[in-house]
């Protein structure tokens, strides 16, 4: 696992957000298209979780998914330098 987490260099913006991906999909458990298509609004940031919507989860039916404080300040960090890319998702 800890080696999962080196391998991103964290300088390059890709990299950067290659490792908040993984830090998002150990935390919440989540499968690769639901953290693929998290939008902003579908993150609370202050109580710390992630609503997956129904349209993406494979049982269809909607989620809240608790991620540490660490991987929201990371995902926050990640919106930051991402503000020259006009979406609605967080990771694109």
Known sequence: ???LLKA???????DFRDFV???LLIDGMLRVDETLTLRMTDVDFIACCATLQ?????TR???IVPITKRTAKLMQELI???????SEYIYS
């Open 61 to 63: 039916k909607p989620r």
């Open 8 to 14: 991103p260099n964290q300088r390059k913006y890709s």
């Open 21 to 23: 991906v993984i830090n």
């Open 54 to 58: 129904r349209e993406v989860t494979k």
């Open 80 to 86: 930051r330098e991402s503000t020259e890319f006009v």
């Open 1 to 3: 696992m800890n080696n």
